[in-house]
Nanobody, 116 residues
Framework: QVTLVESGGGLVQAGGSLRLSCVTE????????MAWYRQPPGKQREFVAE???????DYAGNVRGRFKISRDDATNTVYLDMNGLKFEDTAVYYC??????????WGQGTQVTVSE
């Protein structure tokens, strides 16, 4: 069974920063686009950012310029550095392996709460 293990969530004041991490198996990490999604309270899950095997990245418009996604092939880890956090960034953040619309594996989620 494939597992994606997220860490780094927590409570932060508006304007603050957090770093999320997600580690998985090499067999998954090496062949897939890795991504972060989030599900705000009472809303549907939404795309946040992705990093492809060749290190190309893409971001949702509402996080571009504030969040940065990166991957470390040596440790099979994908990171999401979140700066300038806003109240509306409050959500459960999920790590994912696969392309948008075709995600193969999901993590269990980590809560990020931004206080105003």
């Amino acid at each position: 069974q494939v597992t994606l293990v997220e860490s780094g969530g927590g409570l932060v004041q508006a304007g603050g920063s957090l770093r999320l991490s997600c580690v998985t198996e090499r067999s998954v990490f090496s062949v897939n686009t890795m991504a972060w999604y989030r599900q705000p309270p009472g809303k549907q899950r939404e795309f946040v950012a992705e990093v492809r095997r060749a290190y190309g990245t893409d971001y949702a418009g509402n996080v571009r310029g504030r969040f940065k996604i990166s991957r470390d092939d040596a440790t099979n880890t994908v990171y999401l550095d979140m700066n300038g956090l806003k109240f509306e960034d409050t959500a459960v953040y999920y790590c994912a392996a696969g392309e948008r619309g075709s995600v193969w594996y999901w993590g269990q989620g980590t809560q990020v709460t931004v206080s105003e």
